[in-house]
């Protein structure tokens, strides 16, 4: 058995974080990543391309400039790659994650190199021109991690992301390359605390909503600062079932990384020993020669899909989960996305629109849990492949069970929403198609008049001015802001916080040929297709129209 059996505490109200670390615990310790030295397969069949033939002494003789030694050069190499950068929460620890997992990888008697690349923070470019570079960034970190495994020869891959578009970009690099992989997610950060607001948990929407609030005269400056301030209070991602969550959760459930690494915090012993059980988890991968396209097979993104409808996740895992199928040779269409969505309930009370934050859900069991409870329901295949060298069901059977007065995960009795969040919308604005976040609580129709801005800024100088108010039904159009006309699909944060700040959450619906963060709630419509830029019909839209 993978995962030892916990004693479940009788009576408990909640799990604990030390209860859930040692069900992580048990992850390096765990008999499957034992690799029995008797009749040991070949490891190294990749690098052995230039650690064996002696034509290419000059390739070894590089290696040994690194430190490698001769019997090293029979060893399985190990690519680690995180996107580290000092510069943005999110990301500024995955260096110290990526020194664990390098500490895992030697233990399990493989050789660990590794290296970096790039990213970009769409908190702190949220609302500004270097949005234009978040969803490149997506690529750009797939293309890297790509160069250098085939460039370098690595026979395996352990890659570490933190912010949005890491997760999506170093998950299509595994598919493009398809050698045993691995992907450790940085985990989240601690939620943040306003002592202005009576010591109210904050986060980073809270700092975008701030503004709308302010602008209203809601709120004070130094209550505006107080949220600025306290927000973010060290590393890891953002805290609610934003993009960064929601991949990491899609990708859990498909079976890609360790069991509980999308809920582990940022800032947790089960992070670490996590990290660590990532050497032994990868040497297993490479002695059964299990790839990436063994795990993400349709089924897998079938799962990932459900999951991402029962937590409310964001509208960026339609084009990343799209993209990623795409890197294994899987063909989804955001009718797939529909498909699911009408037959999947949303359960989870979990930010942007509910109460709660990742580090809520890791204290009741965190994602474990969560899939224990999904499968115990027959919602999800426990049958699918994972890094463990395990099935789905087989990781979960000695991970925790949700308390019993737990409000985070609501019944399939009682739904938030008996359908998905996630709606695939077409129409005379959207001929093509439209992604919409709709989860009940917004209502299930709007119908306005528009207000129309080629340019988020405009809107944005609009509200200041008091153009938008309140009791008066509007449809707010942000357009050529689209893949050509942003260009780069920028997200749509600033806007939908402003409005929900300013108290316009029930008067006013967003639609846009852009995107939205994870971050964004309230009656909003992204992805509109064709975009405005390539004359669609958006475009065509005047102020005063009627949308419904």
Known sequence: MFLPQLRMRANASVVTSRRTSQYFRSLSTSSPFRASQNDEPKLNKVSAA???????????????????TEEGLNKAQVGISSVWYSGNPCNMHLMDL???VKEGVERAGLIGYQFNT????????MGTKGMRYSLQSRDLIADSIETVMGGQWYDANI?????DKNMPGVMMAMGRVNRPSIMVYGGSIKPGCSATQNNADIDI??????????????????????????????????????????MATAIEVMGMTLPGSSSNPAESKAKYLECLAAGGAIKKLLQEDIRPRDIMTRSAFEQAMIVVNITGGSTNAVLHLIAIADSVGIKLTIDDFQAV???????????????????DLYNIGGTPALLKFLLKEGVVDGSGMTVTGQTLAKNLESAPDFPSDQTIIRPFSNPIKPTGHIQILRGSLAPGGSVGKITGKEGLKFEGKAK????????????????????????????????????????????????MGAGLGNDVALITDG????????????????EAQEGGPIGLVRDGDTVV
């Not at 230039?50 to 490698?68: D, E, H, N, R, W």
């Not at 400056?221 to 991602?237: K, L, M, N, S, Y």
């Open 205 to 246: 929407v809270s700092a975008f909503q701030a503004y709308g609030q302010f602008i209203t005269g809601e709120i004070s400056e130094e209550t505006r600062f107080d949220v600025i301030r306290h927000a973010c209070p060290g590393q890891g991602a953002c805290g609610g079932m934003y993009t960064a969550n929601t």
């Open 159 to 163: 890659s570490i992301p933190g912010c």
């Open 452 to 499: 129309c801005y080629n340019d988020e800024d405009l809107f944005i100088e609009a509200l200041e001015r008091g153009e938008i108010k309140k009791g008066e039904k509007t449809v707010v159009v942000i357009r050529y802001e689209g893949p050509k006309g942003g260009p780069g699909m920028p997200e749509m944060l600033k806007p939908s916080s402003a409005i």
């Open 50 to 68: 230039i650690t064996q033939p002696k034509s290419q002494g000059a390739s070894q003789a590089m290696l040994y400039a690194t430190g490698m």
């Open 98 to 100: 990526n020194h664990r």
């Open 341 to 359: 969505s009408d037959r999947t309930p949303f359960l989870a009370d979990l930010k942007p629109s509910g109460k709660y934050v990742m580090h």
């Open 515 to 530: 995107r939205f963060s994870g971050g964004s709630h309230g009656f909003l419509i992204g992805h509109i297709v064709p």
């Open 118 to 125: 790039i990213g970009v923070s769409d908190g702190i470019s």
